[in-house]
C-alpha cells in the first residue's frame, strides 16, 4: 500500500491499476500506551469504486500483540460484505495466524521487503533476520520457508553453489516439515529445493501444483509453476500461469520483469519493452531490469544509442548489474578501455565477483589488444575461476568463463572441454540451457572451428530461450568477427 502514499491516484486509478472493483483503504495508528503496552489504532473501511461509496467501516483500538486477530476480523468483515463463501480450508487459513510472536513477523516482513544490491550484503542481512525470526517463534513456518528458498536461490545463482549452502536449505525445509508437511509454504520451500537444488522440474512442480490446489489465489505458487513450465520449454502453459500470477498481483514488479524476459526469449521485442518498462515503473531501483532492457534494444534494433539512454539513468544502488549492462555496450562499441574500468568498478571484494571482474579485465585487453603491467593476465584470471570452481563445480557459468579464458590464451581442447561441460550442467533447461550452446559457439569461433560455431549458430537462430540470440546481435558484437569471412556464416544475412 505504501507505493501509493505519495503518488497523488485517485480511488478509480487505483482499482484501474489492480483491476478490483472494492478498495479497503484506512488508517493505522501506533502508540504506546500509559500503562507501557503498545497499541495499534486501525480504521480500515471498504469503498466501492464505481460510485466512490463507502460499504463498510470500523474502528479498532487494541494491544498490538492482537494484530493477528484484527486482521483475521477485518478480512472477515469484508468477505461478509461482498457476499462470498469460503471453502472450509480456506476459512481455516484466514483464521490461522502466521505467528503469535508480532517481533518475529516484524522481523519477516523486514526479509520480504529486503532491496540490497550489494549481492553479499544481501545474503547476510537476509539469513540474519530470518534466522532472528525463527530463534524468537521456532514454530513460524513462513519464516523457515523463507529462509530454505533463500538458501536453495543462492545455491542456484552460482555465488554460493557449495554444498554447506544446499544442506542449510535442506536443514531449514526440515524444520518447515516437522511442523507441517502439508502447509502451502512447505510446499514452496520443498519444491523449490527440487528446482534450484538439483534442477528436478518434474519433483519441483509437483510441490508447487500442490501449493496452488491449497491456495488458487497464491500468485507467488502460480508465479513459481510458470518458471517450471519455462524451463521445460512448455511456453504456453508458462505465459498462461505467469500471466494469471499477474493478474492477481498486478503490482509485482519480479513477475513483470519475468514477462518482459519470456517475451524477449520469444522475440516479441514490442511486448519485452512494454513489460521492462512496466517493471521499470513499479521498482525503478531495479537495475537488472534496466540492464536488460538496454540489452533488448541492441539485440532487437541494434540500437546501441537507445541502450545507453536506458542505462544512463543511474540508480540510487549500483551492483554488478548496472557495470554488466555498460561493459556489454563498450565492448560492442569496441571502447576497450572504458570497459575495462567498469569490470574494474564491478568487484565488490566478493570472490566470485572479484574472479569475474578479473577474467573481464584480462580478455577484454587481449581482445583489445591493450598491453598494460597493472591489468590482470589471463593466467591470474584462470587461477582466480580455477579456485572457484574447485568449490563450486557444477557452476556452468564459471565453465563458461573459464572456456572463454583458455580459448583466448590458446588452450583450444582444454577451452572447448569446460564449455561442454557447461553445456551439460545445464542439458535439462530449455531456458537457461541453450546459452551454454551459444558460448560454446563462441568458442569454437575463438579457436578456429568455424563451421561448428555456425552449426550452433544456426540451431540456436530457430531456438526459444533466455536472451535469444538475433541476427543484430551476431551482426554487430566483435565475439563473431572470427566468422566474418566464413560463407556460412554469410549466408544468416542472406548475403553470399
Given at each position: 500500500a505504501t507505493q501509493y502514499d505519495r503518488t497523488g491516484k485517485t480511488m478509480r486509478q487505483i482499482a484501474d491499476d489492480l483491476g478490483v472493483d472494492y478498495v479497503v483503504e484506512g488508517t493505522v495508528r501506533w502508540a504506546r500506551g500509559s500503562d507501557g503496552t503498545d497499541r495499534v489504532r486501525i480504521t480500515p473501511q471498504l469503498i466501492r469504486v464505481a460510485d466512490d461509496t463507502p460499504v463498510w467501516s470500523e474502528s479498532y483500538d487494541r494491544q498490538i500483540d492482537d494484530i493477528f486477530e484484527v486482521q483475521t476480523d477485518i478480512a472477515s468483515r469484508v468477505i461478509d460484505q461482498l457476499g462470498v463463501t469460503l471453502l472450509g480450508n480456506e476459512r481455516d487459513n484466514l483464521e490461522k495466524a502466521p505467528t503469535q510472536n508480532v517481533a518475529a513477523y516484524q522481523l519477516y516482513l523486514q526479509s520480504r521487503d529486503?532491496?540490497?544490491?550489494n549481492w553479499e550484503k544481501y545474503d547476510q542481512l537476509n539469513v540474519a533476520l530470518l534466522e532472528e525470526a525463527v530463534a524468537?517463534?521456532?514454530?513460524?513456518?513462513?519464516?523457515?520457508?523463507?529462509?530454505?528458498q533463500h538458501h536453495s536461490g543462492w545455491y542456484a545463482n552460482g555465488l554460493g553453489r557449495t554444498e554447506e549452502r544446499l544442506s542449510m536449505a535442506r536443514a531449514a525445509l526440515q524444520k518447515a516439515e516437522a511442523i507441517d508437511p502439508d502447509h502451502v509454504e512447505t510446499h514452496l520451500a520443498r519444491g523449490t529445493f527440487q528446482y534450484l537444488g538439483f534442477r528436478n522440474y518434474d519433483r519441483a512442480l509437483e510441490e508447487y501444483l500442490a501449493a496452488v490446489r491449497l491456495a488458487p489465489n497464491n500468485a507467488n505458487a502460480l508465479e513459481r509453476v510458470s518458471y517450471i513450465y519455462r524451463r521445460q520449454g512448455k511456453w504456453d502453459e508458462h505465459l498462461d500461469r505467469l500471466t494469471a500470477a499477474f493478474e492477481l498481483d498486478p503490482r509485482s514488479a519480479n513477475i513483470a520483469h519475468n514477462l518482459a524476459g519470456s517475451n524477449r526469449a520469444l522475440r516479441r521485442f514490442t511486448e519485452a519493452q512494454r513489460y521492462y518498462e512496466l517493471a521499470l515503473e513499479l521498482n525503478p531501483q531495479s537495475i537488472k531490469t534496466r540492464q536488460e532492457l538496454a540489452s533488448t534494444m541492441i539485440s532487437w534494433k541494434g540500437d546501441l544509442d537507445a541502450a545507453r539512454e536506458v542505462l544512463r539513468e543511474k540508480p540510487e544502488q549500483e551492483s554488478a548489474w548496472y557495470y554488466f549492462g555498460w561493459i556489454g555496450i563498450y565492448v560492442i562499441s569496441r571502447e576497450y578501455a572504458e570497459a575495462i574500468e567498469q569490470a574494474r568498478l564491478m568487484d565488490d571484494g566478493t570472490p566470485a565477483l572479484h574472479a569475474i571482474s578479473v577474467n573481464v579485465m584480462s580478455l577484454i585487453a587481449a581482445r583489445g589488444n591493450i598491453d598494460d603491467p597493472e591489468l590482470p593476465s589471463l593466467e591470474e584470471a584462470g587461477r582466480l575461476?580455477?579456485?572457484?570452481?574447485?568449490?563450486?563445480?557444477?557452476?556452468?557459468?564459471?565453465?563458461g568463463s573459464l572456456a572463454a579464458n583458455l580459448a583466448v590464451r590458446g588452450l583450444s581442447d582444454a577451452a572447448v572441454q569446460?564449455?561442454?561441460?557447461?553445456?551439460?550442467?545445464?542439458a535439462k533447461d530449455a531456458y537457461e540451457g541453450p546459452g551454454q550452446l551459444e558460448n560454446l559457439a563462441r568458442i569454437y569461433a575463438l579457436v578456429g572451428r568455424h563451421d561448428e560455431a555456425v552449426d550452433l549458430l544456426e540451431q540456436l537462430l530457430k531456438t526459444i530461450y533466455e536472451n535469444s540470440i538475433t541476427l543484430k546481435i551476431l551482426d554487430i558484437p566483435p565475439d563473431w568477427d572470427p566468422l566474418r569471412e566464413n560463407p556460412r556464416f554469410k549466408e544468416l544475412f542472406g548475403a553470399s
Open positions: 529486503l532491496k540490497e544490491e524468537l517463534d521456532p514454530d513460524f513456518i513462513q519464516a523457515w520457508s523463507a529462509l530454505s575461476l580455477e579456485s572457484l570452481l574447485e568449490e563450486m563445480p557444477s557452476t556452468a557459468w564459471l565453465r569446460e564449455a561442454k561441460l557447461a553445456v551439460d550442467l545445464t
